[in-house]
């Protein structure tokens, strides 16, 4: 009789688990699209078609984003989204006050978000990073190999099998901003 119990127990244990983790995934991870999305559903959720495509990648052009214009590039592991990764950076049309004005835009409206990051400068290159629990988020300013650019990308926590990063309920952030 004690063996039946235990393994009742188990099983309610892992079904509560199981639909603990289900309740907690319900809410976009960014934009209107969740981590493990198939290229196929990112394609459905967004509203333009992608400018390039490669086995492990989605890539749009002139996307919005606070009040900019910038590249969006998805990357898969598999057929599963793993990172997002916003772009804008310097060419003819953009200068370096540009970029550097994108990113305080950019941080103002995570930090308005998600609250203060953490934020480290090495050369030029300054980071600032935010956490939650199925998500790490990182907004890098800096001049890089081709100029300044500033990078804001979405990377998946959950998707290496951090048992942490998995929230025993639904995260909510401090406000919500589209596409960020």
């Known amino acids: 009789m004690p063996i039946c119990r235990k393994r009742l127990i ?3 244990g892992i079904l509560v688990a199981t639909v603990g983790n289900s309740r907690a995934q319900s809410a976009p991870d960014l934009r209107q699209i969740r981590w493990g999305y198939s290229k196929k559903q990112v394609r459905e959720a967004e509203e333009k078609k992608p400018t390039s495509t490669r086995s492990d990648k989605l890539i749009y052009a002139q996307v919005p984003i606070g009040s900019r214009m910038v590249g969006l590039e998805y990357e898969f592991n598999g057929d599963s989204l793993l990172s997002a990764s916003y772009y804008y950076y ?19 409206l995570l930090t308005e978000k998600y609250g203060p990051g953490k934020t480290a400068k090495v050369g030029e290159i300054k980071q600032t990073l935010w956490m939650t629990p199925r998500t790490r988020i990182s907004l890098a300013l800096g001049n890089v190999d081709k100029g300044w650019s500033v990078e804001l990308v979405y990377l998946c926590r959950v998707c290496s099998g951090d048992v942490q ?3 025993k309920e639904e ?6 901003i589209k596409d960020f």
Do not use: G, W
């Open 10 to 12: 188990l099983v309610l």
């Open 90 to 108: 310097v060419n003819a049309s953009i200068t370096q006050s540009d970029v550097v004005a994108a990113a305080a835009e950019f941080d103002a």
């Open 165 to 167: 990063a998995m929230p």
């Open 171 to 176: 995260f909510k952030p401090r406000k919500e």
